[in-house]
């Protein structure tokens, strides 16, 4: 009986203590007041600010064209290679024509004999057509439907012989060409591309959300991966009235940017960025996007203290936004006013 008092002595003291050590590191883990993060701040700047709208796209000229064959068969002869500039109407290609000729040339044969055979015909009959027998008109109109049968073949055998040379539809750049002669090719094959770099196109797939901010006229920053920061400059030229699905499943449109910038590289396909400038204002008081506490009211400092200003806003970039009305230059605005508590220290 003696030990279990002393057990129950033992057990309580050290259920004081655990008790003890719970409220002590309670407190300092949940009692002692958070350390309040320090404000950040900014000036009211003058400067210019852009809005924009970003889309990626390739490099490409005013028109382009794949060239086929209209039909199969074994290329006889490619007269360019990559790289080579052609002018419009410039023989491309040609398929063995061996064949096409032979075949031409037994249908004009053949449309000739018919020919003479359907004359005959007509001129048997040509004072007997209010007495023509039936007889008679049946062998006319077999004689005349042959003709008539054989010279479509002449027109198809010759179509087809033309068909198997290509020519160059645009003044251009060969930039493929990936099949040489003595290989059979399809008419789906791509013999080669051709586009024409009279003008430097940017071909910008626009989110379908930010067209209806994209008009003809206005200014782009264009930037290509391969020159790394260089921007050139460019203008909407056109809007392609189509939406298209890309591969992340976004809706865009296209939106073709003129570049007048003699020192680009003629590749296409060159993968890029566009930024096209849908308003842009000049000499107007600016502060950081962060700044704003609403979309009409920010945190000014004045000396220690800081007081929230009402504010007009006008257009915005990625980073900063204008400043209508409410601010003066050079005025300091917190750039984290979220952190505000109404009693710290400008730490200024």
């Known amino acids: 009986m003696k030990h279990l008092k002393s057990l129950k002595r033992f057990i309580n003291k050290f259920t004081i203590i655990g008790l003890i050590v719970l409220l002590v590191g309670g407190f300092f883990l949940f009692g002692r007041p958070k350390k309040q993060d320090p404000l950040t701040f900014a000036s009211v700047q003058r400067q210019t600010i852009k809005s924009t709208i970003s889309a990626s796209g390739i490099l490409t000229g005013k028109a382009s064209a794949n060239l086929k064959f209209k039909s199969g068969g074994k290329m006889s002869y490619l007269a360019v290679k990559v790289g080579d500039n052609v002018k419009a109407g410039q023989l491309i290609a040609s398929l063995d024509t061996r064949d096409l000729s032979i075949a031409l040339q037994q249908a004009e044969n053949d449309y000739r004999s018919k020919?003479?055979?359907?004359?005959?015909?007509?001129?048997?009959?040509?004072?007997?057509?209010k007495d023509e027998t039936f007889t008679q008109q049946q062998t006319r109109t077999a004689a005349q439907a042959a003709r008539d049968s054989a010279f479509d073949e002449v027109k198809a055998a010759r179509l087809a012989f033309q068909n198997a040379t290509i020519f160059?539809?645009?003044?251009?750049?060969?930039?493929?060409?990936?099949?040489?002669?003595?290989?059979?090719?399809?008419?789906?094959d791509i013999i080669v591309k051709v586009v024409d770099f009279s003008e430097t196109i940017f071909e910008a797939d626009v989110d379908e959300s930010d067209i209806g901010n994209i008009k003809v006229g206005q200014k782009a920053d264009i930037t290509l991966n391969?020159?790394?920061?260089?921007?050139?400059?460019?203008?909407?030229g056109q809007i392609i009235p189509q939406t298209k699905t890309i591969s992340s499943g976004a809706t865009v449109v296209t939106v073709r940017i003129t570049i007048k910038d003699s020192s680009i590289a003629l590749i296409a396909n060159l993968n890029g960025q566009a930024n096209i400038i849908t308003a842009?204002?000049?000499?107007?008081?600016?502060?950081?996007?962060?700044?704003?506490?609403?979309?009409?009211?920010?945190l000014v400092k004045d000396g220690d203290s800081i007081r929230s200003v009402q504010i007009k806003v006008g257009i915005r970039s990625d980073t900063e936004v204008e400043v209508v009305?409410?601010?003066?230059?050079?005025?300091?605005?917190?750039t984290n006013p979220s952190v505000f508590k109404g009693n710290q220290k400008t730490g200024l």
């Open 226 to 236: 391969t020159y790394g920061e260089k921007v050139f400059q460019g203008e909407v």
């Open 168 to 188: 160059a539809p645009v003044d251009g750049l060969i930039t493929q060409a990936d099949f040489f002669p003595g290989q059979v090719v399809s008419a789906s």
């Open 280 to 298: 842009q204002e000049s000499s107007v008081l600016v502060i950081p996007q962060e700044a704003l506490k609403n979309e009409d009211t920010a």
């Open 115 to 129: 020919q003479a055979a359907a004359q005959k015909v007509e001129d048997d009959v040509k004072d007997h057509s």
């Open 325 to 334: 009305s409410g601010l003066t230059e050079n005025q300091t605005v917190v």
